[in-house]
């Protein structure tokens, strides 16, 4: 469906993606992962054609994303991450107006949508809230219903319900058929959606595989305050010890530490996930992906 | 032409404002007329004495007495400025607002080739110069009746018509300027205007610089030359058509491969 051959792109002499390897298939739901400025929007904006690449080559369906564009676009659609309008334009009049450039009449599947994420189409943009105006972004990707999605930091602005909701159509849309590629840095947000997944950092894709096989390798961030015998657990890194508490990265068996806390004397526990950093030390501590 | 449709609802408040305004100066000016007409055999020789100023608006060659050379000095300032403005605004920011605006990622994700962006969006920039043409040489011809004057058509309808020209080219050079902008296209715009009616100024008054009239536009919207040759300066005029067809060929090279950011 995609395939990137040595995908490289500068601007001017600063880096964007060098070098990029990347395949997905049919009716993949595949994550792109990485932190900001590694090269995610990089990548997709030369897909899709807003930018021209400096090397290497790509292709979407089949096409050369530089020669066959327009077919390519009329069969995918994009959300971008930040979503601005023309000013002065009523919300019905951008999704009118987003069906008539693709020369199509989607006027059901628009209202089906805006239902759904509980968009009023009589608004005007100017006066939507960023999270609005995210969904009529929302609306103008799937709309047309396309055999490609493109995402690009899709759930910024959105309150919990509403990104629920909009994973859910994401996941019929992939059920009936629909590739999809989720550009996105919260882990969580791959993690429970995709199948497979890219790991991208300075340019170069540093991982690429199975969510499974990836999440295997994730650690979470443990702060423990209190006192605990840490010396019989394996997969601790990063250890940071204070007066009375401990906060370390763990990456071992959950069962193994719930019997260490469990013995131990714990006043308060906090386990989070640990900040993308963190996992880039990890994959490159572990070594043995592709680096 | 869904996209030509798109800009003419965007800019029509823009066009409307416009056209209102040089409208509205244009009026004022011919209306004034009946009542100068009478104090002009005065002001005629005071403006004929001005020097170089005289020189620079053509009216050494003008009779003021006359609506043809009133209208030429008068109105033809307010309408060649007036026009310009409006022109290389609407053309320099055509294309670059969809950056500085940051809808570019919505417009060229639609399957929309940019050399078709392109065309649809030069359409409505000639649209709109049309527009507010017609309109203006309407309410010109309708004020010149209204005072009771007889309506010198050829003359007026050559000066429209070479303002005309003038916004087209002018909208060329800009929309070309448009496909290397990506922020605030406003000020080039009006400057390249402004500039270029400054060069006609200098080219009336240097006779060193008279060469400068095959550069700017304005040198084929001399309403000296053309209210007593009766026609256009072919040269003039096909100089202008290859530099405003070059701004608007060099849009499509660059906009064509322009990486959008």
């Keep these: 469906m995609i395939k990137t051959t040595k995908l490289t792109k500068y601007y001017g002499k600063a880096r964007g993606i060098v070098d990029l390897d990347l ?6 739901f595949f994550g792109f992962i990485g932190p900001n400025g590694a090269g995610k929007s990089t990548t997709i904006r030369t897909l899709l054609g807003l930018i021209a690449p400096t090397a290497g080559s790509a292709k979407i369906f089949g096409k050369d994303v530089t020669k066959e564009k327009e077919f390519i676009l009329r069969n995918t659609g994009y959300l971008p991450s930040e979503a601005l309008f023309y000013q002065g334009m009523k919300v019905k009049d951008v999704l009118k107006l987003s069906a008539d450039l693709r020369k199509t009449d989607c006027g059901a599947e628009a209202k089906l949508l805006c239902e759904r994420l509980q968009l009023d189409t009589a608004r005007n943009i100017d ?10 972004a929302i609306v103008c990707a799937l709309q047309h219903r396309p055999e490609l999605l493109v995402l690009d930091e899709p759930t910024g602005g959105l309150d919990p319900l509403m990104q629920k909701e ?28 995709c199948t497979r997944a890219a790991i991208i950092r300075d340019g170069r894709i540093i991982a690429c595989d199975s969510v499974d096989v990836l999440s295997r390798t994730r650690a979470k961030r443990i702060t423990v305050h209190g006192r605990i015998d ?9 250890r940071k010890e204070a007066k009375d508490s401990v906060s370390f990265l763990y990456s071992g068996d959950m069962g193994s530490l719930l019997r260490a806390l469990a013995s131990g004397q714990v006043n308060d526990l906090t386990v989070t996930e640990p900040d993308l950093d963190e996992i880039f030390l990890h994959y490159y501590e572990t070594g043995g992906e592709t680096v | 032409m869904t996209l030509v449709k798109h800009e003419l609802r965007q800019g029509k408040t823009s066009l409307l404002i416009w056209t209102a305004s040089i409208g509205f100066l244009l009026v004022i000016c011919i209306f004034l007329f009946p009542e100068m007409k009478g104090q002009m055999e005065g002001v005629n020789d005071v403006f004929a004495s001005m020097g170089s100023f005289t020189q620079a608006f053509g009216m050494d060659r003008l009779n003021f007495g006359t609506l043809i050379g009133f209208y030429a000095v008068e109105c033809g300032n307010i309408l060649g400025l007036g026009g310009a403005f409006f022109a290389a605004l609407c053309a320099a920011g055509i294309l670059s ?4 605006d940051k809808t570019a990622e919505f417009l060229l994700t639609h399957p929309v080739s940019r050399k078709r962006i392109l065309t649809e969006k030069l359409i409505a920039v000639l649209i709109q110069i049309t527009a507010m043409n017609i309109m203006i040489y309407a309410f010109a011809a309708g004020s010149i009746a209204a005072v009771g004057e007889e309506i010198p ?18 909208a060329g050079i800009c929309f070309g300027i448009s496909a290397f902008l990506r922020k605030g296209s406003a000020g080039i715009g009006l400057g390249l205007a402004a500039m270029m009616y400054f060069l006609n100024l200098i080219a009336n008054i240097a006779d060193a610089a008279g060469f400068l009239k095959y550069i700017t536009p304005f040198g084929y919207c001399e309403a000296a030359d053309i209210v007593s040759n009766g026609r256009l300066d072919g040269v003039m005029v096909a100089i202008g058509a290859v530099i405003g067809i070059s701004g608007i060929m060099i849009a499509y090279l660059k906009y064509t491969k322009k990486d959008i950011q």
């Excluded at chain 1, 395949?23 to 993949?28: C, L, M, Y």
Aim: aromatic share 8%; proline share 0%; net charge negative.
């Design chain 1, 127 to 136: 006066d939507l809230s960023f999270g609005n105006r995210k969904k009529v």
């Design chain 2, 97 to 100: 607002k969809e950056e500085k």
């Design chain 1, 230 to 238: 840490l010396e019989q657990l394996g997969g601790i890194r990063d």
């Design chain 1, 23 to 28: 395949t997905v298939a049919q009716g993949e």
């Design chain 2, 153 to 170: 058509w050829k003359e007026i309808s050559l000066m429209h018509l070479a303002y005309y020209l003038l916004q087209i080219e002018l």
């Design chain 1, 166 to 193: 909009f994973f859910d159509i994401l996941r019929e849309r992939n059920n009936a058929g629909a590739t999809i590629l989720l550009s996105s840095h919260v882990l969580s947000e791959i993690q429970r959606n």
